[in-house]
């Protein structure tokens, strides 16, 4: 192998360590860390990130980045070098970018918008944000100044999340997919509805716990390579592809959220666990983007654990677990009950048909925002506004609006849509996972996921970050990210649950 | 203060928040993690190790301390900022001594010995570890060549762990102490002996362990700032002033080691937790040395936690927690039992009477080692000649003799001492103690530990690293590290148990 390249995977295998290291500090701050720890734990992982920063951005790094791509210029664009060496000058080119000292406000500034929302939400008073996002803002658009001018400024912060990815493509796709969505929930809206109220009784936390380790198990996620814990809000991460830990939480007002929540992060976890095993210390580990890691976790949670299959075989099981609290309730009540939809005020608590509409919402008034024609004191109107539109239902006060996600206070604008991207992605894979293993559904009903699990490794997840986004769904599917999969899906779904 | 001094002390921090995420990631190895991540954990600890000795053994930090050394020349050797000076400039010249390419040996070397030491002692074969024993003394030697000659070559190895002791400081000490302890067990032996069937019943696991958290807690270690889990070995592990774990574990066959080992950790974790906040991601942090490490877990778990007084005050709760195993049992007969002595071959298990014994065996054959007048073929033998004369037993095997130890397949030559010499000072403090607290029997019998936490506090803890061992003991109790009242100490209370 290259000299040059061996020394670059040196340097970044270094960086990878300490990046890793650095989560693991974060898991256990999560999960295990005493109250007196926090201030510690806070420059530990400064100290981490800015080494871990100094080391990527070195000058010979940078030269080994230009000598290589000379030196692997003509090589097959899909080889693990030229994929290395990409992503290698993609990331540093945009560390580079960025000053050391924009890096440094911007931790103060997120820091204290933090804990300004925190304030705000508690009160219910976006006024006591709005001063604090207005400098977020003004960040952001600090950010987007270091970069190269792009089709639309917003292109840059989606970027950085969905590499290749560019706003036109991702108002192209939701244009198509919003009319179909509203129209869906109003076909439903007037159909007889769902009854639910059994899924709100009350459920033993253990047992819970216990049923949702044992689905994850079948689902394939690896024990050998993981973990799970309690921690104040569910997360996966990674240490090392051979070290993917979950964590899941108890909700006493909805208690099957946790078993659902199980099985998404079990989906961004195995998508993990299924890297090439090659790419362990170097820059291709980990998920090609956040739609695509979202699109895992979805389909483990909802294109498999909301389905009737899914449900016919664990069901008997669980009525068992659970009978005083399924008295009566067979499982296409079952099924029904946990696809119930109705549009509501809180995007995390949403269902599959109006999840979606949330995330577009957030994403005009995040383009609003970075091209300054939307002046933020209007926010929470402007919010309730187009609830209404979309929804139909129109938030009490801030808290239960503009002001329950915490994302902007951390700076993370243009981060939303990934969400729902990862929705549409979930279900393009899914036609075409259906093509290519017919009897799927059998499977599934008969509690064998090892073709699924087969079929997304091969296709999906070993492939680390080694293709973009657009070029992983097109090379997977034959199409780009499009909104028609997710649209037939929802479609045939309800049209069966609510008879429409 | 000096601009010189807080460039260090920033360099300082960084150092030590490296080296305190590596001591997050090793305890997450030992208590959570899952058998897959061993080997990217490894990578991890080694870049995080490497980076952290880089940053420093850089000629910066050299130039800032020899500038120090004479901006401070004139200041009060006792004051934090002669101390932190003197110690980076002691730790500094070590590390900058010690070549990169002979700690990247080390580490091979003692890899393997490892590897040959655990197959050795499952095989109880001596001449499997021999020649990696050989490599280790080499290896041993050629890290005392680095340095400037001593008095004796092994005070370069003691130094490390007790700074500024001396080999024959040691060697004066335990001389005085060995005929004592070989004196006083065998009047123990011709003594009726102690009865203690009812220590080895099946106690519950659960039980003991929040029995153990219960103690723990009235001692005074600050839950806020530490947690407790379980793990193959116990330790106690420093991340902040603020965030100090301990570990237990369950051992079938001896039960209640469970419990001693607790209060043993939680001193050592008390220790850590009482030092000076102002010490953090100083060099100052920590315990002064393994002796006085040692002496602060042996107190409470010893002279504490194996004491009348103690067990009067929590012995009617013990019993009522675990009536049937003690059925019959009265306090009296309980304290006895635990202070049972019983020469043995393994030294883990020892008694207060016999352990120091098992210490100066292996000083003996460690400064032989490194004063090359011991043939390693012979070691078994020499030990188990040893073990005769001092204790009385001979082990049948070489895993229950010469091999029981981890130590030297690690390279920790040296290290042993520090375990008698903590034994010693704690008696020392102890004697220092109960003249400066008149009635704390009576206050131990009441459960009223912070009255002795806080003498502790005052006069160890909050010192950190500040002074070298034999300084601290001298400032403290007037005199340097001795025998006479360890001697005093066992004299008295085993003459009450076995009315010697």
Redesign the interface.
């Known amino acids: 192998m290259s000299q040059k390249l061996e020394r670059l995977k040196t340097l970044l295998?270094?960086v990878a360590?300490?990046n890793?290291?650095?989560s693991?500090?974060g898991w256990?701050q999560q999960v295990?860390?005493?109250?007196?720890?926090h201030?510690?734990?806070g420059?530990?992982l400064?100290?981490?990130g800015k080494?871990a920063q100094e080391k990527f951005i070195s000058d010979e790094i940078g030269k080994l980045i230009e000598d290589l791509e000379g030196e692997f210029a003509g090589a097959d664009p899909a080889s693990d070098e030229a994929a290395l060496i990409r992503v290698a000058a993609r990331n540093y080119d945009k560390a580079r970018r960025v000053p050391p000292e924009f890096v440094a406000e911007q931790a103060v500034v997120t820091s204290r918008a933090f804990e300004a929302w925190m304030e705000a939400k508690g009160k219910s008073d976006f006024s006591i944000f709005q001063p604090h996002l207005e400098k977020v803002v003004e960040l952001v658009k600090r950010y987007i100044s270091f970069f190269p001018p792009a089709d639309h400024p917003y292109d840059i912060l989606l970027d950085d999340y969905e590499p290749g990815m560019k706003t036109a493509d991702v108002q192209a796709i939701f244009d198509a997919l919003r009319p179909k969505q509203v129209e869906l929930i109003q076909a439903i809206a007037s159909a007889k509805q769902v009854k639910d109220d059994f899924l709100f009784r009350k459920y033993n936390e253990k047992k819970l716990n216990d049923f949702g380790v044992d689905v994850i198990t079948k689902f394939g996620y690896?024990?050998?390579?993981?973990?799970q814990?309690r921690a104040p809000h569910p997360f996966a991460t990674t240490?090392?592809?051979?070290?993917v830990?979950i964590t899941t939480r108890f909700e006493p007002d909805n208690p099957l959220a946790m078993l659902f929540s199980t099985m998404h992060e079990s989906g961004h976890a195995m998508y993990e666990q299924g890297v090439n095993p090659a790419y362990?210390?170097t820059i291709l580990m980990g998920g090609a983007s956040l739609a695509i890691h979202e699109s895992q976790s979805r389909l483990w949670e909802n294109l498999v654990g909301r389905s009737l299959p899914f449900w016919e075989h664990f069901f008997p099981v669980f009525k068992k677990t659970f009978p005083s609290q399924l008295d009566g309730v067979g499982v296409k009540a079952f099924h029904r009950a946990v696809n119930k939809v109705e549009p509501s005020l809180i995007r995390v608590n949403a269902d599959e048909a109006t999840y979606n509409l949330h995330i577009m919402l957030r994403l005009e008034l995040e383009i609003a925002m970075v091209e300054g024609k939307v002046s933020l004191k209007e926010l929470p109107e402007i919010w309730n506004a187009k609830m209404r539109e979309y929804l139909g239902v129109t938030p009490p006060n801030d808290a239960k609006g503009v002001l329950q996600d915490v994302h902007w206070s951390y700076g993370s604008i243009g981060y939303f849509s990934t969400y729902a991207l990862g929705n549409l992605i979930s279900a393009q894979l899914w036609e075409k996972i259906n093509r290519d293993i017919k009897n799927l559904d059998d499977q599934i009903r008969k509690g064998n996921f090892g073709e699924l699990l087969a079929w997304l490794r091969t296709n999906i997840h070993r492939h680390g970050q080694k293709f973009e986004p657009q070029v992983l769904v097109e090379r997977v599917t034959g199409s780009k990210i499009a909104a028609e999969p997710y649209v037939r899906y929802l479609t045939k779904k309800y049209s069966e649950i609510y008879g429409l």
């Open positions: 295998a270094e360590d300490l890793h290291a650095a693991v500090l256990d295990n860390m005493p109250p007196g720890g201030e510690a734990r420059q530990q400064a100290t981490l080494i690896d024990w050998n390579r993981g973990r814990d240490f090392s592809v051979n070290d830990r362990e210390r």
